[in-house]
């Protein structure tokens, strides 16, 4: 009973993110190509499979000509920024805890 709630919940979520991003994108604003709308087609917008698979190929030939160490240090970058970001949500969300036992 409660799994399905959720599921209907969920659904009429999504209903409505695909509702706002027709509108934008369907809208008279979007026509004349306002930065806002350039944003939702551009960015927001879920490409098709053949799209995809040439943007994965760009990507890949774009990596394997970058210099080994510039690849390595960058790879090691993100590593470092996701878990750095961990911690901090992690941390976020146990200070409420850490309140409670401090008192």
Known sequence: MVGEALAHVQGFGLKAIAVVLARL???PAAREK?????????????????????????????RAAMHPLRRGFSDRLV???FII???????????PLWFLLAA
Do not use: C, H
């Open 25 to 27: 994108t369907n809208s």
């Open 34 to 62: 306002s930065p806002v709308a350039v944003f939702v087609i551009r960015e927001l917008a879920v490409g098709y499979w053949d799209q995809i698979g040439e943007e994965n190929r760009k990507y890949r030939e774009k």
């Open 79 to 81: 590593v470092a920024f």
């Open 85 to 95: 970001v961990s911690i901090a949500l992690w941390a976020i969300m146990l200070a």
